[in-house]
C-alpha cells in the first residue's frame, strides 16, 4: 500500500487507480483500513485526475499521507480505537444542534487522549523512531 500512495501522491496514478488499486486489497491489517478511509476523504472520487496543479493534496493532507507511509514501512501496531458508530451519526447533528460548539468539545476531549497531529502513530516520539530506522534509501552497513 505504501508504494501505491507513493505513486499516487507522484502523480504515476489517477485517483481511479489509485482508488481501485487500495480498496481491492484484502487485508486483516486494521491500519491498512484506517488509512485507506483517511487516504479516501484527499481525492475526488467523481472525476479522473493525478495529484497536480488544483487537484494537489494541501500541504496538512500531505502531512497525513507521509506519515501513513511511513507508519506502512514499520512494524508497529495500528492502536488508534474505531470511531464509534454512534458518534459517526451524531456528530453533524450535535454540531447543528449546538452551532459547532458540541462537537469542538468532543473533538478536544478525543483529542487528548489522540492527538490527531501524529495520527496514525500515537505520539511524536513513535515518529522519531520510525524516521530514525528508515526503510526507503538507506544503507545496509
Same mark, same amino acid.
Request: glycine share 6%; net charge positive.
Given at each position: 500500500?505504501?508504494?501505491?500512495?507513493?505513486?499516487?501522491?507522484?502523480?504515476?496514478?489517477?485517483?481511479?487507480?489509485?482508488?481501485?488499486?487500495?480498496?481491492?486489497?484484502?487485508?486483516?491489517?486494521?491500519?491498512?483500513?484506517?488509512?485507506?478511509?483517511?487516504?479516501?476523504?484527499?481525492?475526488?472520487?467523481?472525476?479522473?485526475?493525478?495529484?497536480?496543479?488544483?487537484?494537489?493534496?494541501?500541504?496538512?493532507?500531505?502531512?497525513?499521507?507521509?506519515?501513513?507511509? $511511513?507508519?506502512?514501512?514499520?512494524? #508497529?501496531? &495500528?492502536?488508534?480505537?474505531?470511531? *464509534?458508530?454512534?458518534? @459517526?451519526?451524531?456528530?453533524? %447533528?450535535?454540531?447543528?444542534?449546538?452551532?459547532?460548539?458540541?462537537?469542538?468539545? $468532543?473533538?478536544?476531549?478525543?483529542? #487528548?487522549? &489522540?492527538?490527531?497531529?501524529?495520527? *496514525?502513530?500515537?505520539? @511524536?516520539?513513535?515518529?522519531? %523512531?520510525?524516521?530514525?530506522?528508515?526503510?526507503?534509501?538507506?544503507?545496509?552497513?
Amino acid at each position: 500500500m505504501a508504494a501505491l500512495i507513493r505513486h499516487y501522491l507522484a502523480g504515476r496514478l489517477s485517483n481511479f487507480e489509485f482508488d481501485e488499486a487500495i480498496f481491492s486489497m484484502d487485508s486483516e491489517d486494521p491500519s491498512i483500513s484506517a488509512i485507506r478511509g483517511q487516504l479516501w476523504m484527499l481525492y475526488d472520487d467523481l472525476r479522473e485526475h493525478r495529484n497536480r496543479g488544483a487537484w494537489r493534496v494541501t500541504p496538512a493532507a500531505r502531512q497525513v499521507v507521509l506519515r501513513s507511509i $511511513l507508519f506502512l514501512k514499520t512494524d #508497529r501496531e &495500528y492502536a488508534w480505537p474505531d470511531v *464509534p458508530g454512534w458518534y @459517526t451519526l451524531a456528530r453533524p %447533528l450535535i454540531r447543528l444542534l449546538t452551532l459547532g460548539a458540541g462537537a469542538r468539545v $468532543l473533538d478536544r476531549a478525543f483529542e #487528548r487522549d &489522540y492527538p490527531l497531529g501524529v495520527w *496514525p502513530f500515537r505520539s @511524536t516520539a513513535e515518529i522519531r %523512531l520510525a524516521r530514525s530506522e528508515p526503510k526507503y534509501l538507506a544503507s545496509s552497513g
